[in-house]
């Protein structure tokens, strides 16, 4: 059987300079390519401000992203696209297709083909990609993940869009059943919806030596660990807050973004600076390290598709304290993941972790469970999707779930 060929669309993908951003995405892509049966094609967009802007802005840093790059052997293209501040979520979709059909000429004059094409992110992404679905040439599938379906179809216009866009590609896939039910919800057609969730690099994350790990972190008593963009919605400062009412315990969060500056100051107002450091962003092997060595991971988050931090932990024996929302609770189903905090506050927050510590699971044991979530049976379910979309047959598994 031939190889399939993908070309996969989507504005969040690592790249140079942001090494972390949409990782998942290109995790999920290189799973595909292990199975020997697809190659791929990237196309990851990154916006373009035509003035100048203060320094620090993610469009300046856009500047330093190559138009091409290679990474683990796939060839990745980032033509630019206007983004304008605060106006811009209405006129995206239309400058990204843009952006997108002027790359997709570009590829087609270099001979490069593809049988389907994978994007990602309802909107703009997706939106984008039903623009431009004639230059396309073959037939698309969009995967939603969180606030493209959470929070973006509040708003009358992006909601419109986003239902023209489902009906239009040959298949939507979310990443956890919350996400599919929010969906149907919304108007799109359930038959066309799959539910495929993200899996975890079980040999990336994996229990390291504690102690070393610890040691290296300088980790002394009860470690709690923050992970994520430095934005409100992961729930940080409410993390932070929480701190006040668990003297026992100190906490590392891992991140950058724009909140960083606020969050300094409400651990100096707390007065905790000797139980609160920052240790910015990290490599994953890195971030293995630091879950290995931390007691829980604290997840305060207000929306989440299928948090990916959790599984990483777990998977590093690490069980999780997590906020009740959306794909999380399919994520958390037992005591020995950890627990699930039932209300988005410092007070929640806090006496779920210390219920965690008064009967605190075996780590051997929440290995065991993230065990249970690996890339396998989601590169499969993908694989099968994917050939059965590019040959033109009906959806025979629609509205699967794993």
């Not at 590609?169 to 929010?182: F, G, H, K």
């Not at 929306?303 to 777990?314: C, D, K, Q, T």
Request: net charge positive.
């Amino acid at each position: 059987m031939s190889k399939m060929k993908l070309l996969v669309i989507t504005t969040l993908y690592p790249n140079k300079v942001q090494y972390r951003h949409g990782i998942f995405v290109e995790t999920r892509l290189r799973h595909l390519l292990a199975s020997g049966r697809v190659d791929a094609t990237v196309i990851a967009p990154v916006p373009w401000f035509p003035f100048r802007l203060g320094k620090g802005s993610r469009y300046v840093s856009s500047r330093d992203i190559p138009r091409i790059e290679q990474r683990d052997g796939i060839r990745i293209y980032h033509p630019r696209y206007c983004a304008i501040p605060k106006i811009g979520m209405l006129l995206t979709p239309f400058f990204l297709a843009l952006s997108i059909g002027l790359q997709v000429r570009r590829l087609k004059k270099a001979g490069i083909t593809w049988d389907i094409v994978d994007s990602h992110y309802y909107y703009p992404d997706g939106v984008a990609v039903a623009l431009t679905a004639r230059s396309l040439d073959a037939p698309f599938t969009v995967t939603a993940r969180g606030t493209d379906i959470n929070l973006i179809p509040r708003y009358s216009l992006p909601r419109n869009l986003i239902l023209w866009a489902a009906e239009k590609a040959s298949a939507s896939i979310t990443v956890c059943s919350a996400l599919r039910d929010e969906l149907v919800g919304l108007g799109a057609e359930g038959d066309k919806i799959q539910v495929w969730r993200n899996g975890v690099d079980l040999t990336l994350f994996r229990p390291m030596d504690r102690a070393k790990c610890r040691q290296r972190y300088k980790m002394t008593g009860k470690t709690l660990v923050s992970v994520g963009h430095l934005i409100e919605r992961k729930g940080h400062h409410l993390v932070i807050a929480a701190m006040s009412q668990l003297p026992d315990c100190e906490l590392l969060i891992v991140g950058d973004g724009e909140e960083q500056r606020n969050l300094e100051h409400l651990v100096e107002k707390l007065g905790l600076c000797d139980r609160v450091r920052f240790l910015g962003a990290v490599e994953q092997s890195e971030l293995a390290e630091i879950y290995s060595g931390a007691d829980v991971l604290v997840l305060g988050s207000s929306r989440e598709g299928w948090a990916n931090v959790l599984l990483e932990a777990m998977a590093c024996g690490t069980p999780v304290a997590a906020t009740e929302i959306w794909g999380t609770p399919e994520v958390v189903q037992s005591r020995e993941a950890g627990l699930l905090i039932p209300e988005r506050t410092p007070e929640s927050i806090a006496e779920t972790v210390k219920q965690l510590f008064v009967d605190y699971p075996d780590r051997a044991g929440t290995r065991r469970y993230a065990e249970k979530f690996s890339w396998d049976a989601t590169t499969d379910g993908l694989l099968h999707l994917f050939r059965e979309i590019a040959g033109g047959g009906a959806l025979h598994r629609a509205g699967r779930t794993t």
